[in-house]
Every structure is written in structure tokens, then in C-alpha cells.
């Protein structure tokens, strides 16, 4: 299930895999329409408004919720901001109906900072309450990591049921590439 799924990345990368999409949601009208182009499924769906019955069952929610709340670029309401702001919670009451197996969220690196690190925390205890398993630490990452010459950090948060996971946190390992292992060292000094 993609939630917030704007022009599908998530999607993309999932499919990868052989996964399929049994639905996604987002309320931007251009990128709905994108995301139908690319994927054949209608995504114009409010998630305030997605019932249980509405939803089959999955094995993999994958969302990146809003992040203008919690922004730097942003007004930093959090959870303060009700129109936005919440809508993390939306995702909890998702997840306390289906309770899928796996859990993928994504926001601003901001998110662990924001409001002396209370929103984050809030987040992360709602997870375990809900019954899901995390790692220790935040997970920051950016695509410089991976070889991708942007650097825009973001916090992804994945998450385990504890009915599919025997450990107290995830350890998750990631490699760190550098990019001119990558791109052809030719092609970088003819820019350079």
C-alpha cells in the first residue's frame, strides 16, 4: 500500500521486486494523474477517508507523510499543524486495522529534531504501541550514499511486526558508496 504516494517512487522501487499495489492514496490532482499514467491505479483517494473495508490486505505500507510541518522550510506547527501536521496518525490508525507485516516512512531529516526531538519520539513510541519493531537509531540517508551526486538527507523509518521479528530494534547495515566507483571517472573530470 502506497499512502501519500504522489508520482509513485515507492511504487517503483517496490514493483522492482515483483510487488504489486493493491492501493494508493494521495490528494494531489497532478500527481494522481501521473501516478495513473505510470501505474494504471487511481490514486485520488483522501486518506482521512480510507476505511478497512476499503483496503485489502498487504504485507508492505510504504509512506512518506507530509513533511511541511516539520521543515525547516516550513512553519514547524508538527503535530500542532491540524491540517498536515496529523496526518502521521492517520497512518497509525491504518496500520492498528491491517497491521501489515512492514513499514516504510520517509521525511525531512528535520522530523528527529523537531520540537527537542519530541515529534519523533511520539513516533516512534506510537510504532511500538502498535506493535512494530524499529531501529535504535534514526536512519538518516541521502542519495550521495547510493552514488546519486544530490544531497537532500531524509529520515526513513522502517519497521517490522513483532509477530515477523524475534529483536528488540532493526539493524539495518548500509553500505556507502562513493560515487566516482560509479560514474565514470573520465566523464566527472571532463565536467570538473
Request: proline share 4%; glycine share 4%.
Amino acid at each position: 500500500m502506497d499512502l501519500f504516494s504522489g508520482i509513485g517512487a515507492f511504487h517503483l522501487a517496490l514493483r522492482s521486486f515483483d510487488y504489486k499495489c493493491v492501493l494508493a492514496s494521495d490528494i494531489d490532482k497532478y500527481s494522481c494523474e501521473t501516478y495513473k499514467t505510470n501505474f494504471g491505479i487511481d490514486s485520488y483517494k483522501d486518506v482521512r477517508k480510507l476505511e478497512e473495508k476499503d483496503i485489502q490486505d498487504y504485507d508492505i505500507l510504504c509512506t512518506w507523510f507530509p513533511c511541511q510541518s516539520f521543515s525547516v522550510a516550513g512553519f514547524r506547527k508538527g503535530f500542532e499543524d491540524k491540517t498536515r501536521g496529523t496526518l502521521f496518525f492517520e497512518i497509525c490508525r491504518i496500520l492498528k486495522q491491517k497491521k501489515p507485516k512492514y513499514l516504510l516512512l520517509e521525511n525531512v531529516k528535520q522530523l528527529v529534531k523537531h520540537n527537542n526531538e519530541e515529534t519523533y519520539k511520539i513516533i516512534i513510541q506510537s510504532l511500538k504501541e502498535l506493535g512494530y519493531i524499529v531501529p535504535k537509531e534514526p536512519l538518516i540517508l541521502s542519495q550521495t550514499q547510493f552514488g546519486i551526486p544530490q544531497d537532500r538527507q531524509r529520515v526513513f523509518i522502517p519497521a517490522i511486526h513483532k509477530d515477523y521479528y524475534n529483536k528488540k530494534y532493526i539493524e539495518i547495515d548500509i553500505p556507502q558508496t562513493d560515487i566516482y566507483s560509479i560514474l565514470d571517472k573520465k566523464l566527472i573530470k571532463s565536467i570538473i
